[in-house]
C-alpha cells in the first residue's frame, strides 16, 4: 500500500496524556487515588478534574506525544492520519452535503473518552458522542500477531470500518438502528470496502492519496475474517455462541466488505434488509 504522510490534522495524539487526563497532565495511578479519595471524603467529585476538556470544535486536547517513542510507532501515527485523510476526502466526495470531518484520538493503554473510560483491550472504536475514532496503536500489532492478520491494508480496513460508524452516524443509521449491533458492523464493514474501491484506482499515487497494491484486497480480506465473531468466540472459549454476536461472524463481514470493495456504493450497503438512507 502506497501513502504519503502528512501534517497530522486528521489525529489528536494524546499518547502523553495517562488514562486520557487532558487539562491536568498525566497524574498517574496514586493521583486518581488521591482524588478518589478527597472526593469520597468530602463530598465533591474532585475525579471530574480528571475529564477531558474540549474547545469549541470539540477537540479532545492539543496533540501531546509522549516523551518516550520510536520511529517505528510516529510512522504508525502518519500512517493513521494519512489513512483517515484518504477515506474522509472520499466520503467527502461520496456525500457532499452531509459528511462532516472527525479525527483518530490516538491514546496508549487507557482513555476517558466522552463514551466512558476505555482500555486498550477494548480495540478500536468510534464514538457517537463527541463523534471521534479511539485507536490504541497496540491493536495493530494484535491484529498482526493475535488475529493473523498484517499488513497496511488490514490496518487500514479496522479505520475505514470506524469512519463507516461516522458515516451512520451522519446519516442518521445508528440512531435509528442502534439496537441492531451486528447490521450496523457489516454495513461498517462494507463502508470500509467503498472506501477500498476507491483507493484501488490507479493514478493516485501521483496524487499523493493512498494507493493499494496488488495483494493488498486479500490483507483487507482476511482481516475482516480474522475478527469475525465465531473466530474470537472459538479462540477464547473453543465454542460458538450465535446468541452473544456483535460483528457479525467471519463470512458475513468478509462477504460484506466485499460488497463494498466491488461496487464502491453505499446504496449496495443495506445491511438492515429494509429502506435506509446510505447517502
Not at 497524574?27 to 475525579?47: C, D, H, K, P, Y
Not at 461472524?249 to 434488509?273: H, I, M, Y
Amino acid at each position: 500500500m502506497q501513502w504519503t504522510p502528512g501534517d497530522r490534522s486528521n489525529v489528536e495524539d494524546v499518547r502523553g496524556r495517562g488514562i486520557g487526563m487532558a487539562g491536568i497532565g498525566s497524574v498517574g495511578i496514586g493521583g486518581v487515588l488521591l482524588l478518589a479519595l478527597l472526593s469520597w471524603a468530602t463530598g465533591t467529585n474532585f475525579l471530574s478534574l480528571l475529564s477531558q476538556t474540549s474547545d469549541s470544535t470539540g477537540t479532545v486536547g492539543q496533540n501531546a506525544p509522549p516523551a518516550s517513542t520510536s520511529p517505528a510507532e510516529e510512522r504508525e501515527v502518519d500512517f493513521v492520519d494519512a489513512v483517515m485523510k484518504d477515506v474522509q476526502a472520499t466520503w467527502q466526495s461520496i456525500l457532499p452535503r452531509r459528511y462532516q470531518s472527525t479525527r483518530v484520538v490516538v491514546f496508549r493503554d487507557a482513555i476517558d473518552s466522552a463514551c466512558g473510560m476505555a482500555e486498550s483491550a477494548t480495540g478500536p472504536f468510534y464514538c457517537p458522542t463527541d463523534m471521534r475514532v479511539y485507536l490504541d496503536l497496540g491493536f495493530f500489532r494484535e491484529l498482526s500477531d493475535r488475529f493473523g492478520a498484517p499488513g497496511d491494508f488490514a490496518r487500514a480496513y479496522v479505520i475505514a470500518h470506524e469512519v463507516g460508524h461516522h458515516v451512520q452516524r451522519l446519516g442518521g443509521i445508528e440512531a435509528h438502528t442502534r439496537t441492531e449491533s451486528v447490521p450496523l458492523e457489516l454495513q461498517a464493514d462494507c463502508f470500509a470496502g467503498v472506501w477500498g474501491h476507491a483507493a484501488a484506482q490507479s493514478g493516485r499515487a501521483a496524487k499523493g492519496q493512498v494507493q493499494l497494491d496488488p495483494g493488498d484486497v486479500e490483507a483487507g480480506l482476511r482481516a475482516a475474517a480474522a475478527i469475525g465473531d465465531d473466530r474470537l468466540q472459538r479462540m477464547a472459549t473453543g465454542r460458538v455462541m450465535p446468541e452473544r454476536f456483535t460483528h457479525g461472524t467471519s463470512a458475513q463481514r468478509v462477504e460484506w466488505f466485499k460488497r463494498g470493495l466491488t461496487s464502491g456504493d453505499p446504496s449496495a450497503c443495506n445491511t438492515f434488509g429494509s429502506a435506509v438512507a446510505t447517502n
